[in-house]
């Protein structure tokens, strides 16, 4: 079924609007996927706040048109599936990840901080942990010199209780 003029205008303001908030687009081919699996899919997505959607390319075009995904466009041909985040790394990871487990999805190209990605960069970007996990080793590389001054001072008063004790 096709859209009207103004069907078009709303789902490109739609599109527009989430783009304008984006970090990261990720683009994959769902060709022969099952409905029951992009269900899954698409749930996963809203769990982790990933703006999942599959579009016509035209209308795709026209909502990264002059925004830093702009060069994203000349990977916008066939059947596509949009995610879009403004969490930098869960659109990858989120195609990635159901890519792993169904080979029908082929991860496309992305764009990140202006920068187009081929497939290997989505999967690299995919591959890098979340923030949480990121700020707990940025925790434990903080606390790591300072618990080991505290085992040298520990171990120091024992050593000198052990010869006070002679």
């Given amino acids: 079924m096709s859209l009207n003029l103004e069907d078009k205008k709303a789902v490109v303001a739609e599109v527009s609007a989430q783009v304008a908030n984006a970090q990261t687009i990720v683009v994959a ?28 390319n035209t ?41 792993k487990t169904n080979d029908k999805l082929v991860l496309r190209a992305g764009s990140y901080g202006g920068k187009v990605l081929d497939k290997a960069g989505v999967q690299a970007l995919a591959s890098i942990p979340s923030r949480e996990v990121l700020l707990a080793q940025l925790l434990g590389v903080m606390q790591a010199p300072i618990s080991g001054f505290a085992r040298v001072i520990a171990a120091v008063a024992e050593k000198k209780g052990e010869t006070a004790a002679a």
């Fill in 59 to 99: 209308l795709a075009r026209r909502a990264v048109a002059d925004t830093g995904f702009a060069g994203l466009a000349e990977h916008m041909t066939g059947p596509l599936i949009y995610s879009i985040s403004s969490d930098a790394v869960a659109p990858a990871r989120v195609l990635a990840d159901f890519a």
């Fill in 29 to 56: 081919e769902y060709r022969g996927i099952e409905v029951g699996h992009l269900t899954a899919l698409r749930a996963k997505a809203r769990e982790q706040g990933v703006y999942l959607r599959v579009l016509k």
